[in-house]
Every structure is written in C-alpha cells, then in structure tokens.
C-alpha cells in the first residue's frame, strides 16, 4: 500500500520556539493532505486539510496563525507550530488519501512543549 | 454532518477468541466509504479493512471481517483467532463518497489477554 512518511517522530522543545513537521508520501502524489490532533486516549481531531498550492484549510476553533501548513508539493506538506507553548503538548498525526479511497496515515509526532 | 459511534470504549479477549467490535454512523448519503482502522502502541494508524456501501458483500481480510446492515447503519468488526498483537485501539472511520472528509469514531481499546 501507499506510504506516508511522517518527521521528526519525537521532538521536545523550549516554551516560545516554533517546531516544524514533516509529511511525505513516498510512493504517490497527494494534492491533499490532512493533520490531526490526538490527545491520550482519545480519537483523532481533524486541524487542517491541506492543499498543494493553495491555502490550507483550517477546521473552527484551530489557529491558523499558530499552526501554520505549507504544501508546496504534491508528495510534502509541513505543519509548524509557533510560538509552542505547553498545551500544543500532542500527537500530531498527517495522513493522504490513496485512489481507493482510503486515508494513508504518517508515523505520528510526539511534541513536547517545556 | 456525519457522525460515527463507537459504544464501546474498552474491550478484552481472550487469546485465540473471538471478538466483535460495535460502530455505528449516522448520513443520509447512500454512497460511501466505512473502515476499521488500528492504532497500536507503536502509534501509527493502519487500516484494517474497507467496504463500500453499495456493496452488498460484508468485507472480509483473513481473520478480520465486517458485518455490515446498511439500513441499520451499522458496521461492526469481527476479529477471529485473537492475537497478542491485535492489542490495540480500533477506530471505525466513514468516509462520503465525494470530497475527502473522514469522520472517526472515539475508539475502542482492545486487549488480547494470553
């Protein structure tokens, strides 16, 4: 199956720095890709859909200002979060649709905000 | 909006058991897209199994398959012969026929007890 490669998986940061992710897929071009939010034991929350090209589209209530998303091709899109502060504390997950209609998901990113 | 239900928030098996997981959406599409996707502990979603709505065949991959009543709307996953490493949370996921939005369930944590 399609692959999505998600970097880095872990990364911990200082309060006030800004934390870029990475999301690729490698085998498939995605001209959409999304972002989730995952907190312990609890599903997925949709942040953002992104696409190459264009602007990302933000879900209500999600910052679009603090997690900025750039999709500037159509196998990379980049979540970063500025200005991290402890509550951006997460897992981000990316995930791209295959042609058969199912979502391919990255690794995860484990952030941690000191 | 869509939305997709997961009763059960956490269930155990016994090794080599059976089990049956409950989801059940809410649309008035008539075309669509429902999955079962797994996240282990390694956190990476991966999916289980697919099916369409308009067929009629419950979906079946080895010792995963669906039960699928599309006027009940329910979608329910059977796991045969349980294995340590189906220990995972399980997520039902429906996805409209056109656009790329997927709505998850909450989960359903799953423990293979040896």
């Known amino acids: 199956g399609a692959v999505v490669s998600q970097h880095p998986s872990r990364v911990i940061c200082k309060s006030g720095t800004s934390v870029k992710i990475e999301c690729r897929s490698l085998d498939f071009q995605a001209t959409t890709m999304f972002w989730y939010r995952q907190f312990p034991k609890q599903s997925l929350m949709l942040m953002a859909t992104s696409n190459e090209g264009s602007k990302a589209t933000y879900e209500q209530g999600v910052e679009k200002d603090k997690f900025l998303i750039n999709h500037a091709s159509l196998t990379l899109s980049t979540l970063t979060v500025t200005s991290a502060h402890p509550e951006d504390s997460s897992f981000y997950i990316c995930s791209a649709g295959g042609n058969t209609g199912e979502l391919f998901f990255g690794e995860g990113s484990r952030l941690t905000v000191l | 909006a869509q939305t997709v239900t997961q009763s059960q928030p956490e269930m155990s098996v016994q090794e080599a058991e059976t089990v049956t997981l409950s989801c059940t959406y809410d649309?008035?599409?008539?075309?669509?897209?429902l999955f079962w996707y797994k996240q282990p502990p390694s956190r990476q979603m991966i999916l289980v199994i697919r099916?369409?709505?308009?067929?009629?065949q419950n979906a079946t991959e080895n010792r995963f398959s669906v039960n699928f009543q599309k006027a009940a709307k329910s979608f329910s996953l059977k796991i045969s012969d349980s294995q340590l490493g189906d220990t995972a949370m399980y997520f039902c996921?429906?996805?409209?026929?056109?656009?790329?939005?997927?709505?998850f369930g909450t989960g359903t944590s799953l423990t293979v007890i040896p």
């Open positions: 649309t008035s599409e008539s075309n669509y897209y």
């Open positions: 099916q369409e709505a308009y067929k009629q």
């Open positions: 996921a429906f996805r409209e026929n056109t656009g790329n939005q997927f709505y």
